[in-house]
């Protein structure tokens, strides 16, 4: 049974961190490409981050860049988002994505970021 597990939310202060972690089980987590995105209130789905499956690359959305950093421990079969300087507009919920022939998805993780 394949799962993804967030975990980390919360609620923060503007210019605050959060660290972000999915737990990946049921799959090859090593063959998979990860990627977060993110849901706001009232907005569609957006893209946050990906890494390639040895980590050796990654992407950012601009609205993140330089903010949020995506890593990944293939031996724990997890991928982390650390999110630093946050602000209100990163409210939302944010959701890990295994990316390959088949994509899978977690429930989310509520990240509130207000004073």
């Known amino acids: 049974q394949v799962q993804l597990v967030e975990s980390g939310g919360g609620l923060v202060q503007p210019g605050g961190s959060l660290r972000l972690s999915c737990a990946a089980s049921?799959?090859?987590?090593?063959?998979?490409?990860m990627r977060w995105y993110r849901q706001a209130p009232g907005k569609e789905r957006e893209f946050v981050a990906h890494?390639?499956?040895?980590?050796?690359?990654?992407s950012y959305a601009d609205s993140v860049k330089g903010r949020f950093t995506i890593s990944r421990d293939n031996a724990k079969n997890t991928v982390y988002l650390q999110m630093n300087s946050l602000k209100p507009e990163d409210t939302a919920v944010y959701y890990c994505?295994?990316?390959?022939?088949?994509?899978?998805w977690g429930q989310g993780t509520q990240v509130t970021v207000s004073s």
């Open positions: 994505s295994a990316r390959s022939t088949l994509n899978y």
């Open positions: 049921g799959f090859t987590f090593s063959n998979y490409a």
């Open positions: 890494i390639t499956i040895a980590g050796g690359r990654t």
